[in-house]
């Protein structure tokens, strides 16, 4: 599994990215399935045979170009500054990447330069939400839909985040849900909404003769990122359903998600004051559609004091992340999708991830504010840590 944060990682952990998922029981799980896709599909207007639970957010995208009969070599466009595991996805549905670099200070290319990038072979169009940045879906959708090429829109990262008062997920043909680590709504696994009926009656017939996923959210950290991403992208996908376990534990997350989320918006508030009013911190937080949840606070930070900020933080116990690299990265030279990105390169090397979770501990919040509001990050000498006073 992909180890995201960044190194040099805390001794002592008081602030952690993402909290350990709840112990769980696997009690009823059929309910539970029952339960969690009645929920979802009240939220994305579907009906509940629409939705799909699946082992995680990569075999959900897996399955929807499988849907599509992605594979004999066609292609999925999609932006360059992405998780690695998307890789494993369209690889294993037999397709190729086409990378579309990022523009200026967003994480996420233009809607006019992925429908650019659009051939003879495109088979999909992938709009992937990062930390609370969100792609324009009502231009994608019309452009896709003019060109008859499918529209995944990918809400892994934004889970009951709307465009214009819609829910994310809900655009376009298919859409991307995660429940897996750093992401909002922490349980495991993931899901596919489909909005056509008889796609969504093809999706449910593959996804019923794949294996049941026994283990739950799980697997090893890898130190390096880069190799992490490698090894992630071109590990073999094995698609499977939802667990009885994270069925269980997302029923119970769901309940309590209103909550969660509400405090993670107090919680982002906070953090937000304690950059703007600290100068010395050298931060400044990226833009974001205010509708989405918090799993990170995304700030940017000049590269060449990036590392002595994260440093610090990690001296005083705060994990972060510069969440992914440029996919041109981890593809193989001379593959489809081995292209210059520099936009995606500028923005890997300056952006910093603070955790901003809704279901961190009190102590844990107060810690974290208390740490950056007294951050002070010198260009020219290691970073130091100002003593209240």
């Not at 008062?165 to 349980?187: N, T, V």
């Not at 997302?250 to 309940?255: E, N, Y």
């Not at 951050?375 to 020219?380: A, D, K, R």
């Amino acid at each position: 599994m992909l180890d995201t944060r960044y190194s040099p990682y805390p001794t002592t952990v008081l602030v952690p990215l993402c909290p350990r998922p709840s112990a769980g029981t696997a009690a009823d799980p059929e309910r539970a399935r029952e339960h969690v896709r009645e929920q979802l599909a009240a939220e994305h207007g579907v009906q509940p045979f629409q939705v799909i639970l699946t082992d995680s957010g990569t075999t959900a995208l897996w399955l929807a170009l499988t849907c599509e009969d992605g594979g004999d070599g066609n292609e999925v466009v999609l932006s360059s500054y992405n998780c690695p595991s998307i890789l494993r996805a369209v690889w294993a549905a037999g397709c190729h990447p086409v990378l579309v670099d990022i523009d200026g200070g967003d994480l996420l290319p233009r809607p006019d330069r992925l429908v650019s990038a659009v051939g003879p072979l495109t088979r999909a169009v992938l709009a992937t939400h990062l930390v609370g940045q969100t792609m324009d879906l009502r231009e994608l959708s019309a452009a896709c839909a003019e060109r008859g090429v499918c529209l995944i829109d990918d809400a892994a990262q934004v889970y009951s985040g709307e465009f214009h008062a819609r829910p994310l997920g809900s655009f376009g043909d298919y859409g991307l849900l995660s429940f897996g680590r750093h992401k909002p709504l922490l349980a495991g696994g993931g899901a596919l909404i489909v909005q056509d009926i008889r796609k969504a009656r093809k999706a449910n017939k593959i996804a019923n003769r794949l294996r049941q996923n026994m283990a739950g959210p799980a697997g090893p950290w890898y130190d390096d990122l880069l190799a992490a991403s490698i090894k992630v992208a071109h590990t073999p996908l094995l698609p499977a359903r939802m667990s009885d376990l994270d069925a269980s534990r997302l029923r119970d997350a769901l309940t309590t998600w209103p909550t969660t989320r509400k405090r993670g918006m107090a919680m982002a508030d906070s953090l937000r004051a304690a950059i703007h009013g600290n100068p010395g911190a050298a931060m400044r937080v990226l833009p974001r559609n205010p509708t989405t949840p918090y799993t990170f606070l995304a700030v940017e930070i000049t590269a060449g004091l990036r590392h002595r900020a994260a440093q610090t933080l990690a001296l005083h116990g705060v994990e972060t992340t510069r969440l992914y690299l440029p996919l041109s990265a981890v593809v193989r030279p001379g593959e489809p999708g081995d292209v210059p990105d520099p936009g995606a390169r500028r923005r890997s090397d300056s952006l910093l991830c603070l955790p901003c979770r809704g279901d961190l501990t009190p102590d844990s919040t107060t810690a974290l504010i208390k740490i950056v509001n007294n951050l002070v990050v010198e260009p020219l000498f290691d970073v130091v840590q100002r003593q209240p006073g």
